[in-house]
């Protein structure tokens, strides 16, 4: 460790510090952390193996390249804590750095760090939950936010608590190894896994076992890019699995085309909605146990050819467009060493149809007499007690376990019935509820510009704003999602929404001020397609009477009582969207 820029008196009490952590470090059965100089290069390194590559090839390596080619990230517990020994942040590409071990540094927006948990499927236990909440207290802010991953965030961390934060998440049996940076994000899975009547399969042993697999292969980090991996069981609840890089949703094969019939996941590569693409089809059917195998597949061929010059061009879906699929499959069965199995679209039997709420409200569960709760958490986010509050719920009423869903609620599952009024009540003395009007239900927002540097308005608040203005002027009776996202990283997958808002930054006179690009149409499974741009730059203040505007035209206007949004829009032109806008909003 460079000891330049502290007096002998922190340099001693850096050594102490150190001593103190490595001791706990044993005591939790976690790895030392290295000192001094890095590591001699592993050949079996696949990251160290494309970089060269690339630099043979004559390319340059972007400044992210070369600071993850100095020293794995992974092995960067001593800087860290360092700096918290000193109170001082990261600076340079050490803040991207610290991203892999799931510590965001999010200045400008908040002086102070961000730390993103890995949850599998979203699946947690009441003592976790309450473990989260006392971290939030003791540590950070005092409250999470659940994400559109399914996972939780903690905020507020000031430049002394990293360490803490990090070995009281491995005490209770969660990390944020991975969570960020150039890593495999959170493994995303159907939240009503295991209990859904009409699910297809149970997802929860596949995303558990796709992430142990990348904590335990330390070849999976430092990969081009972020990478997302999601499953579909195929039940009421939608995880928008084509959001994603790897797209595994459950499907049913008839007999009589080539394979043995059964239940199989429909693999789908590429998606990323940010950048207008969702997962492409591939023909390609996976069996449930060769989903780890598969998933190692496609990443290692991804770590070894993705774009590491360009960082606009180097997630999944550029690799696939400079190869082709045909390429990219042959090249993944190389890496397997067996051939993929491939189905006609025939062979696939219909998926069961999704709840587009169905992650709200009370639903009975496969298991006779019971019951799950999906609670309505105001655009995402829960203060410690609330969150302490669902962690007694689940344990006194259910099983313990609390499910998050990328719809930024939870569940709670496995409530008796006659148990079940004692938990609505116990609900609703949190100051929650699990009922939510068709706009509520499906309100989405990212963090916003309080705790993101990149985001251009401050979306949370304007989500609430919008949903209580509308929900005074109108009441609508088929759900929609509406979906607002800070900034063109799409957090909150505005493309994917009836009605996606992309804050942008309005010229008014000589002022800049907060705005949203307004998009309509979108939708995700069944109902894919991209929302369009119907009218850009709308000042934060215009935009509730203009939704309220398109919403009354819906209402009004549809072909019958059985039209959706997606489909009233999908038959207008965007200038005709504009002018009922227009138009509407005189008479709304």
């Not at 940076?181 to 859904?196: E, K, L, Q, W, Y």
């Not at 929650?432 to 499906?442: F, H, K, M, Q, S």
């Not at 935009?543 to 207008?572: I, N």
Request: proline share 6%; hydrophobic share 40%.
């Amino acid at each position: 460790m460079d000891d330049a820029g502290f007096s002998a008196e922190q340099q001693e009490y850096l050594k102490g510090f150190m001593v103190g952590v490595e001791a706990r470090r044993g005591a939790l059965g976690l790895p030392a952390a290295p000192m001094g100089e890095a590591a001699p290069h592993d050949p079996n390194d696949l990251q160290r193996a494309a970089q060269d590559r690339t630099v043979a090839a004559g390319g340059k390596l972007t400044p992210e390249e070369e600071a993850k080619r100095k020293k794995h990230p992974l092995d960067r517990f001593d800087e860290i804590s360092a700096h918290a020994a000193a109170g001082t942040f990261p600076k340079g590409t050490d803040i991207f750095l610290t991203k892999f071990n799931g510590m965001f540094y999010v200045a400008p927006a908040q002086n102070a760090y961000m730390c993103r948990l890995r949850i599998p499927g979203g699946v947690l236990s009441s003592h976790q939950l309450r473990g989260v909440a006392a971290i939030a207290d003791d540590l950070a802010g005092g409250y999470a936010d659940i994400t559109t991953r399914a996972n939780l965030q903690l905020r507020e961390i000031p430049a002394a608590n990293p360490p803490e934060v990090l070995l009281r998440l491995a005490e209770i049996g969660l990390t944020s190894r991975g969570a960020g940076a150039d890593n495999i994000r959170n493994v995303t899975g159907s939240p009503t896994a295991g209990i859904d009547p009409q699910e297809l399969i149970d997802t929860r042993p596949h995303t558990r076992a796709v992430h142990h697999f990348i904590l335990y292969h330390r070849e999976l980090y430092g990969l081009p890019r972020k990478f997302n991996i999601a499953f579909d069981g195929g039940g009421r609840v939608a995880v928008l699995e084509d959001t994603n890089d790897i797209a595994l949703a459950a499907v049913q094969v008839a007999d009589g085309f080539g394979v043995a019939p059964g239940v199989y996941y429909r693999l789908g590569l590429g998606g990323i909605t940010g950048h207008r693409d969702f997962a492409r089809e591939t023909g390609v059917i996976v069996a449930p146990d060769d989903a780890v195998r598969v998933c190692n597949a496609i990443v290692r061929v991804f770590i070894a050819n993705g774009d590491r010059t360009d960082r606009t061009k180097a997630r999944l879906k550029y690799l696939l467009d400079r190869w082709g699929l045909p390429k990219f499959l042959e090249a993944m069965e190389q890496e397997l060493g067996s051939p993929l199995m491939r189905v006609d679209a025939d062979a696939l039997l219909p998926r069961p149809p999704i709840d587009k709420h169905g992650h709200i409200g009370v639903h009975e569960q496969k298991q006779p007499g019971l019951r799950y709760v999906g609670v309505a958490c105001p655009v995402g986010r829960l203060s410690s007690k609330r969150l302490r509050g669902i962690a007694d719920i689940a344990e006194r009423f259910g099983s313990g376990t609390i499910r998050l869903t990328v719809w930024q609620n939870c569940l709670i599952s496995d409530i008796p019935e006659d148990l079940l009024n004692d938990a609505l009540a116990a609900i609703e003395a949190l100051g929650l509820d699990w009922r939510a009007t068709p706009i509520r239900g499906g309100l989405v927002a990212c963090t916003g510009n309080v705790g993101c540097k990149f985001s251009a308005s401050d979306t949370k608040r304007d989500a609430a704003m919008l949903a209580d203005f509308l929900e005074r002027h109108i009441e609508i009776d088929h759900p929609i999602n509406i979906h607002l996202t800070g900034c063109h990283h799409s957090c909150a997958q505005h493309y994917a929404a009836d009605i996606g808002l992309l804050a942008t930054k309005v010229e008014v006179g000589e002022d800049m001020v907060e705005g949203y690009d307004l998009l309509l149409g979108g939708g995700a499974g069944p109902d894919q397609q991209l929302g369009r741009l119907i009218q850009p730059k709308v000042i934060t203040d215009d935009l509730p009477p203009m939704v309220l505007a398109l919403l009354a035209a819906w209402q009004k206007r549809r072909s019958g009582p059985e039209e959706t949004f997606q489909a009233f829009t999908t038959r207008h032109s965007e200038a005709e969207l504009a002018a009922l806008a227009t138009r509407e909003t005189v008479e709304a």
